[in-house]
């Protein structure tokens, strides 16, 4: 059983960065996937990256590639997601997820709470 917990979103202007952290519970952490996943109000929840479990491989879907890196300190237990160059398109609630690598839900076994990043224009 792995527990997440996302913090560090909030209401930006565009062009701010972000930087959201995700801390999990447990020894098993780094056996395990991490990817960030984010939910706009009446959409689907989609994929924003994901990393592998020694940070070697990470994926990051188009609309955020070059802005966003996402990465991890297994001796933390934490994953993060920089933000940069922030758009008013990128406004969610942000989630991370453990599992295996992959950039579908299906992937990912556990979940956090989820923290809001609103981006004003």
């Known amino acids: 059983q792995v527990q997440l917990v996302e913090s560090g979103g909030g209401l930006v202007q565009a062009g701010d960065s972000l930087r959201l952290s995700c801390e999990a519970s447990g020894r098993t952490f780094r056996s395990y996937a991490m990817g960030w996943f984010r939910q706009a109000p009446g959409k689907e929840r989609e994929f924003v990256a994901t990393?592998?479990?020694?940070?070697?491989?990470?994926y990051y879907a188009d609309s955020v590639k070059g802005r966003f890196t996402i990465s991890r300190d297994n001796a933390k237990n934490t994953v993060y997601l920089q933000m940069n160059s922030l758009k008013p398109e990128d406004t969610a609630v942000y989630y991370c997820?453990?599992?295996?690598?992959?950039?579908?839900?299906?992937?990912?076994?556990?979940w956090g709470q989820g923290t809001q990043v609103t981006v004003s224009s």
């Open positions: 990393i592998g479990t020694n940070a070697g491989n990470t």
């Open positions: 997820a453990a599992g295996s690598y992959g950039s579908t839900r299906s992937f990912y076994n556990y």
